[in-house]
């Protein structure tokens, strides 16, 4: 009698199926923890301390953040509160949101929460794109306080007549109606001052979130890179 294939053993293949069922579970397993991991928001003991997280504490919002490319990783990286020359964040160069940079871990994590709430009141992913999520009617979001167009020299700050990025920000949420940008206007969507006040801290803390380069084309747009 031929000897039977082991290509053609039930066997073989039974076994082959559950060895092979209990390595992807093991490693569905690792790879949960590890991304849990990679996505938990710091502290604010992490960014005094120099720790660089991915999703970084809600008090980064005291801090300037820029968007310099990494030469190491081939792509634009957040670096908050300066560049310390090889590669990482200084934590030292503070800046000024709404006239302050002292907000404590609970002022700047209610502001955030209620951005994030407002983000999701107001539908913003109708329009919009959040970390890959939403639609591509508007902008992408994921970078806006990184634009330039925000920033001392830009046209949004000019037109609004307000001599931060910020305040600029926050009237433009408040009255889109007075500023159109484009054909696609945005409607006024009720914002109130405080809301808008949360809405860019959302934003800001967004930009300050490492997602490996992505929106790939965002560091083209002249002046987004060192966050001018």
């Given at each position: 009698?031929?000897?039977?294939?082991?290509?053609?053993?039930?066997?073989?293949?039974q076994r082959t199926a559950a060895w092979v069922?209990?390595?992807?579970?093991?490693?569905?397993?690792?790879?949960?923890?590890?991304?849990?991991?990679?996505?938990?928001?710091?502290?604010?003991?992490?960014?005094?301390?120099?720790?660089?997280?991915?999703?970084?504490?809600?008090?980064?919002?005291?801090?300037?953040?820029?968007?310099?490319?990494?030469?190491?990783?081939?792509?634009?990286?957040?670096?908050?509160?300066?560049?310390?020359?090889?590669?990482?964040?200084?934590?030292?160069?503070?800046?000024?949101?709404?006239?302050?940079?002292?907000?404590?871990?609970?002022?700047?994590?209610?502001?955030?929460?209620?951005?994030?709430?407002?983000?999701?009141?107001?539908?913003?992913?109708?329009?919009?794109?959040?970390?890959?999520?939403?639609?591509?009617?508007?902008?992408?979001?994921?970078?806006?306080?990184?634009?330039?167009?925000?920033?001392?020299?830009?046209?949004?700050?000019?037109?609004?007549?307000?001599?931060?990025?910020?305040?600029?920000?926050?009237?433009?949420?408040?009255?889109?109606?007075?500023?159109?940008?484009?054909?696609?206007?945005?409607?006024?969507?009720?914002?109130?001052?405080?809301?808008?006040?949360?809405?860019?801290?959302?934003?800001?803390?967004?930009?300050?979130?490492?997602?490996?380069?992505?929106?790939?084309?965002?560091?083209?747009?002249?002046?987004?890179?060192?966050?001018?």
């Amino acid at each position: 009698m031929a000897n039977k294939s082991v290509w053609s053993d039930n066997r073989f293949w039974q076994r082959t199926a559950a060895w092979v069922t209990g390595f992807a579970s093991i490693l569905l397993i690792w790879l949960t923890f590890d991304t849990s991991a990679q996505i938990s928001m710091g502290n604010d003991a992490d960014l005094k301390n120099g720790v660089t997280k991915r999703v970084p504490g809600p008090t980064v919002i005291n801090y300037k953040i820029s968007y310099e490319m990494s030469t190491k990783r081939g792509h634009e990286v957040p670096y908050i509160g300066g560049n310390d020359g090889k590669g990482g964040s200084l934590f030292k160069e503070k800046e000024k949101f709404f006239g302050r940079d002292d907000y404590s871990e609970k002022e700047a994590g209610d502001l955030l929460h209620l951005g994030k709430l407002g983000s999701q009141a107001k539908n913003c992913m109708d329009c919009h794109t959040l970390m890959g999520n939403g639609a591509y009617y508007a902008p992408d979001l994921t970078k806006a306080w990184l634009d330039p167009a925000w920033g001392p020299e830009g046209s949004m700050q000019a037109v609004t007549g307000k001599s931060t990025k910020e305040e600029a920000m926050a009237e433009f949420l408040q009255h889109p109606e007075l500023y159109p940008t484009h054909a696609r206007m945005m409607p006024n969507l009720g914002i109130t001052a405080q809301e808008a006040k949360g809405l860019v801290a959302f934003l800001k803390h967004l930009s300050s979130i490492d997602t490996n380069g992505f929106p790939r084309n965002f560091g083209k747009i002249q002046g987004a890179l060192n966050g001018k």
